[in-house]
């Protein structure tokens, strides 16, 4: 390393930050390519989220069909952990964006990444089916490998809340219009309903795809790699984020706590109890 | 309190939590009383960022000049230090959620507060305009105020990097065709246009407006508060956030640091030196 | 700046991250001088504490008294909003590290500065005597300041929980020992008991100093700035932080929300509604 | 649900939030049944986080062994990506809270699960020791799962600044003191040891142990869980995230990127090129 010379080190610093998503210059911002002047005005802000992730723009009908899947995830109530998160977290005095950040940063594997467990899933589908296997058997073989590495609850599918997700359903009409207008392939309508069915089976009962399913469809559909179903959704959900954060801003509450202080929380420990004389 | 009957109890407990943006019950989600079933395929992602914000929702016009103020604010490269942040948290394993909650956490009063104050900045123009000063009275007296609360750096004009933010001008451009077909009312531009003017005056070399002023004139006439413009810009750049966090993914650098290793940090402190005996 | 040398770049490279708090060469690791190996198994944990914020250590009774600050602010119970977002982030499927940032996140102005505060109302008043004022006169003039810049609630003083804190009179014991040793001057004690006194008046109750005060009396007596009573806070209260997160972890339950399912939040906006045609 | 009783429902929201570490009633704080009124002065900080963590109180020669172990962990430097995010943080306009939680979030498995990972080898070897199996064939079966589940690197050992850490000596020479003192049995240095000779071995170099083995072999040896291995190290690297935070908010640089702007960032993506017809 020492042996660099100081214009190897200075164009190793440069490389250092080196991307392929934008290109600055003094009065110069393009991204992939296209200065930003002549984007704006032309590309709608779904477009341009296309192709910060992807590299290229999509039509404006492929980025409608990823529009409706962003602005149907935005919001689940108060009773999600990320939106009580919010609300407690502006009582405390931060700013929105620390709020947000508390907020969005507990999308994780259980409450933000069911989208990209879904996406892996039907990718396994697909897989199988590259190999031969009808629809069918594909998505039994799947299923076994997805309940073999993330257990029995299978992401996209069921809903502790919904019996029916209201959501599901016109999210699925969508991707079908829109594969009957040949923006997408619609393959993965048909692959969610079958695990659909194929848990309906194994349960003895209804369990209906929801909206992570849906949009997993959508998404898989559009080509996103899975990790980037987990990061759309956070785009999605910040929305819900904010507007939580911004109504109980207007409150002026002070040190939110998850309930009121009438109901006091339980303690299940040790009695009251003495120091014993070699503890201190 | 103890005198509540645990049905008020109850009810305080169901209240703690109120809510005027969504209401769900099992198979109902409806926002601000527009159940999502309808919303779904009718209305964009701009339309329900302006619904969740605003509780009513705008007509696509006004949608689609939010829209593009969004579009427009998305990323500034990997030199800024919420996208560094991103980069860097995730070469340390974290999940997508985890690096862009790092990196929207320092959206900040410098970082991304700019357009909130330009805002504020535009209000007061405008409060003393309705006292019936003329525009360039009005902006004197606004940057007077500005300047003793929030200091000489004027948020929303001037750039560190660029001599002419290549995107205020395309911006602006789309603000005043709204308002020529009156989608809105055309007042910010002016009052934007007469402080860049004055702030040139005053600092005897053009101070041309940025991205957070061109962007503060859309959010202020389309009516949106002041730490709404903060907000909206962090919904912006997150896609940026996620598009850089997700590029650093693909490269498998484990623990990236600001600079490359042969360059090490420079030492300022005391030399070395030895414990007193004191002091263990 | 485009005229500087390949070396001068590199060596401001170097001195973008320059500091006096740490130095490193490959085997060597010195902490404002004092390397690591002789630091350890010497010198306790609250003895770095204060050296990494202060470069220079303290003696071993300075440590203990800001390790009893530090030992007594650990947790106030899952109803903090702090330890209730740690509780709920742990159950969506993060790690230790992001349930513990999304908590210490909110430890703002309301939630963890309280510290800070009173350590500048403190201040104030010592301003104030060393004018030669009278140490009530100097309370009186530091919380006519106070109350006009940071509104009614004196940080530091009165408990929405307890009528009288239990940790603060034992905190304040040890703070007045250590006076009595000469470990620390003893000057804040007695405004910190003047301030009680005065407030009590004003509200005609006793408003008692809670833990806020008491640690404050501490730091300020150990000469810490103001902004480092947030930043002590902070690193005590993440141990209960840490704590509560791990228990909440052991439980396995999923994405908890911040009440039972059963109890459902109350929906306070408009009434179903239909889009208009315009909207879509 | 809707069968309970108003009254089962108060108990149930009682109940949710249930913890054995704190009991509350105003005046009242207890800690796993000590009252913190008879703990303040009396326990040290160490022994505070350790009866928060684990629900008992260690004697003080055990806490001085996790004090030390703290105390070693607090900093790297400011090119340890934690370090470089907080004081990037800081510049941006927010407070040390949030700095510090964009900090101690990226601590994740590469940057701060080290020692949680090198715990869980340490607990491997113990398995296959209680099975009979020799040290030396101990350690070789743990090798060969850890290399199948983790990859090539192994957590706590080989450092890729330092030849030796300056750091792992002295530590392993505190635990093995306080094995000889029949303070800790003293049973993981000779695994570390082992697990050192077995990678210098298969390497053909040495692979010397870096902090996080020598501190991983004080949490094993005082019977902390693996994870906690990651908490208690958080703990730790807090006090340097907040020192560097500090520092740096004492310059007054706003919105500080990774580099000096004179040295731009590469731009590795396509050409310039102009929109499709079709995609706008």
Redesign the interface.
């Known amino acids: 390393?020492?042996e660099?010379?100081?214009?190897q080190?200075?164009q190793?610093?440069?490389?250092?930050?080196?991307?392929?998503?934008?290109?600055?210059?003094?009065?110069?911002?393009?991204?992939?390519?296209?200065?930003?002047?002549?984007?704006?005005?032309?590309?709608?802000?779904?477009?341009?989220?296309w192709l910060?992730?992807r590299?290229d723009?999509?039509?404006?009908d492929q980025a409608r069909l990823l529009?409706?899947a962003?602005?149907?995830s935005?919001?689940?109530?108060?009773?999600?952990?990320?939106i009580?998160?919010a609300?407690?977290?502006i009582?405390?005095?931060?700013?929105?964006?620390?709020?947000?950040?508390?907020?969005?940063?507990?999308?994780?594997?259980?409450?933000?990444?069911a989208g990209q467990q879904c996406m892996e899933l039907f990718a396994k589908v697909r897989e199988a089916m590259a190999t031969g296997a009808a629809l069918e058997v594909a998505v039994d073989q799947a299923l076994v490998w997805y309940t073999g590495t993330h257990g029995k609850i299978v992401a996209g599918f069921g809903h502790?809340?919904?019996?029916?997700d209201?959501?599901a359903?016109?999210?699925l009409?969508?991707v079908e219009a829109a594969a009957a207008a040949g923006v997408v392939e619609g393959v993965y309508p048909a692959i969610a309903r079958e695990i659909e069915a194929a848990l309906g089976r194994r349960k003895d009962k209804p369990i209906p795809m929801n909206i992570d399913g849906a949009t997993a469809v959508i998404f898989a559909e559009l080509g996103f790699a899975p990790?980037?179903g987990?990061?759309l959704f956070?785009?999605?959900r910040?929305?819900?984020i904010?507007?939580?954060?911004?109504?109980q801003?207007q409150t002026g509450v002070?040190?939110?706590?998850?309930?009121?202080?009438?109901?006091?929380?339980?303690?299940?420990?040790?009695?009251?109890?003495?120091?014993?004389e070699?503890?201190?």
Chains 1, 2, 3, 4 share one sequence.
């Open positions: 390393m020492s660099r010379t100081p214009e080190t200075v190793a610093a440069q490389d250092w930050w080196s991307t392929s998503i934008i290109k600055m210059r003094p009065g110069i911002i393009e991204f992939s390519g296209y200065p930003i002047q002549e984007l704006i005005g032309r590309v709608s802000f779904s477009q341009m989220i910060m992730l590299g723009l999509p039509t404006p529009d409706t962003l602005m149907a935005v919001d689940h109530g108060p009773h999600a952990p990320s009580a998160i609300r407690m977290a009582s405390c005095g931060v700013d929105l964006n620390t709020a947000m950040a508390s907020a969005t940063n507990v999308l994780g594997d259980s409450h933000g990444g502790r809340f919904h019996p029916v209201p959501r359903g016109p999210l009409a969508q990790p980037l987990r990061g956070i785009l999605s910040s929305v819900g904010l507007a939580h954060a911004w109504e801003s002070r040190n939110k706590g998850p309930m009121p202080k009438e109901i006091p929380f339980t303690y299940a420990g040790p009695d009251r109890r003495a120091l014993d070699k503890q201190s």
